[in-house]
């Protein structure tokens, strides 16, 4: 038979214990809203779109969504069958690779490449560069055409 005594050493330890598991989840570090450029992890990280590992930083593609949420895909091509099949809201930031260069380019503002001979993983064959000038030379390369973010929505071919 429990004792007055006992209840209230019981009743003591468990606040303690409590006490203890509250103050342990507070100073957890929380979730953080992603912010500035997206963060891929090639060759673990997964295309939403396709599943495919993405592995070639020149056809990466991402974007987030109001709420923080990244969707990171491993070509543009699949980044627009996505969009088309999803469309985010209007908040949502698209970023391209640049093909020629290691660098993250607003996927609205990217001039593109779309080629036979640009190949991209999921044979999209679309390859995003920072000026029209720069996409000129592939253009011209491999008789593709000149292409806005615009014009991919529209017109761009789904794969599989």
């Known amino acids: ?35 500035g450029l997206p963060k891929i992890k090639y060759g673990r990280d ?43 809201g209007s908040a949502t930031l698209y970023w391209v690779r640049d093909f020629e260069h290691d660098a993250w380019l607003d996927a ?7 080629a036979a001979g640009v190949k991209s993983p999921m044979g999209y064959g679309v390859a995003a560069f920072a000026s029209a000038p720069a996409a000129a030379g592939v253009v011209q390369r491999y008789s593709g055409e000149a292409a806005t973010w615009t014009s991919l929505v529209d017109n761009l071919k789904e794969r599989g």
């Open 1 to 35: 038979m429990a004792t007055r005594r006992r209840f209230l050493v019981l009743l003591g330890g468990g606040t303690v214990v409590a006490a203890a598991a509250v103050g342990g989840y507070i100073l957890l570090p929380g979730e953080e809203t992603a912010s």
């Open 46 to 88: 997964t295309c939403v779109q396709c599943t495919m590992i993405i592995s070639d930083t020149r056809f990466a593609a991402a974007w987030r969504e109001q709420g923080g949420i990244e969707r990171h895909f491993d070509d543009v091509g699949c980044m627009v069958a996505y969009f088309r099949k999803h469309s985010p």
């Open 108 to 114: 609205q503002t990217a001039a593109y490449a779309v």
